[in-house]
């Protein structure tokens, strides 16, 4: 292990490519009552999951049309926000394992 790469933020240690901004975005985030996230391990089943809680949060309706399900949902970006198409407002308090995109280019 390369101890040159990694340094602390705020007493958290990361590794350097991860910027600081989004770990203190991550140790300061406090969520909204009417908020849901929807944490999953890549690639097992995210999408399926989001669409079963919209479902379930819209008493048994689930979206009719895709589109209906992307304006539904938040889409984390790699700055650390996240966008809510329904009402167009960004959020930045992802969490810390948003890698910056220079990061894995």
């Known amino acids: 292990m390369d101890i040159d790469a990694y340094r602390d933020v705020d007493g958290v240690r990361v590794h350097s490519f991860i910027h600081e901004n ?3 975005s991550a140790l300061s985030y406090k969520p909204r009552a009417d908020e849901v996230l929807v944490v999953t391990y890549p690639k097992c089943g995210t999408t399926w999951t989001q669409y079963l809680i919209l479902s379930i949060l819209s008493k048994g309706h689930p979206p009719s049309t895709v589109r209906d399900f992307l304006l539904d949902v938040s889409i984390p970006r790699n700055d650390g926000c996240r966008i809510s ?3 167009a407002q960004a959020r930045c308090d992802q969490d810390a394992s ?3 995109q220079e990061a894995i280019l």
């Open 22 to 24: 989004l770990v203190r």
């Open 85 to 87: 198409r329904k009402d």
């Open 98 to 100: 948003a890698v910056p």
